[in-house]
């Protein structure tokens, strides 16, 4: 499975955009880049999924340039309830583990 | 719609007991997946599912973790002869079947072994 590397952490204030670059130099032909935030006591939950270009949803946006070695997602307008752990991962989220790093802790201040 | 639900959400128990984890994937959801969370670490792979066949238990520590999925919908974790560091939150996700589908997670068991 494709290594990812991203920021340890990250510190915004409200109404802010935010973006977290992954690198993911090693990344199969086949592997998707999928984004997941995790709040304290509860488990991960997908937040965007995109193989190239621009993938865009009602809470974030994936940017993805054409050799697909690194990707961005983009939080619009942060709020306090943003902060949390955010973890990129490449690979076929449906048929294999998913292999999570250390992800970024986003704090977002008022 | 009701998501990924297991039981019980918080396990203490003594070094040497046996435990047993419970997770009920969303219904239909073909994938069935178990990881481990340490304390401010990402959660890491143990075992999967698919329908009621174990296709892989690669992760799974030692000897003492075993994992079921008997009717391919409910599966439960055991863990033999508790340790102090198999304390961890223990998380449950599952999928529908097919490539590229997001999996979906549970909050957890967070077992403490004293």
């Known amino acids: 499975l494709a290594k990812t590397t991203q920021p340890i952490s990250m510190d915004s204030y409200e109404g802010q955009e935010v973006n977290i670059t992954c690198s993911h130099n090693n990344i199969a032909t086949n592997d998707y880049i999928t984004w997941y935030q995790q709040f304290p006591s509860q488990g991960p939950r997908f937040i965007i999924q995109?193989?190239?270009t621009k993938v865009t949803n009602e809470v974030a946006s994936l940017f993805i340039p054409a050799d697909r070695k690194s990707s961005t997602l983009s939080l619009p307008r942060v709020s306090l309830s943003d902060t949390a752990v955010y973890y990129c991962l490449v690979g076929d989220t449906g048929r294999r583990a998913l292999t999570f790093g250390s992800g970024t802790r986003l704090q977002v201040q008022p | 719609g009701a998501g990924v639900s297991q039981s019980p959400r918080y396990k203490v128990a003594k070094r040497g007991q046996d435990v047993a984890l419970r997770c009920d994937p969303i219904s239909g959801h073909v994938s069935l997946f178990w990881y481990q969370q340490a304390l401010g670490q990402g959660p890491e792979f143990l075992t999967y599912?698919?329908?009621?066949?174990?296709?892989?238990k690669s992760g799974l520590p030692s000897d003492r973790f075993f994992a079921e999925r008997p009717e391919g919908s409910v599966s439960t974790l055991k863990i033999q002869r508790t340790q102090q560091e198999d304390s961890a939150v223990y998380l449950c996700?599952?999928?529908?079947?097919?490539?590229?589908?997001?999996?979906?997670f549970g909050d957890g068991t967070r077992l403490s072994i004293l």
């Open positions: 995109g193989y190239k």
């Open positions: 599912f698919q329908n009621e066949a174990q296709l892989d």
């Open positions: 996700a599952s999928s529908p079947q097919g490539t590229r589908q997001p999996q979906h």
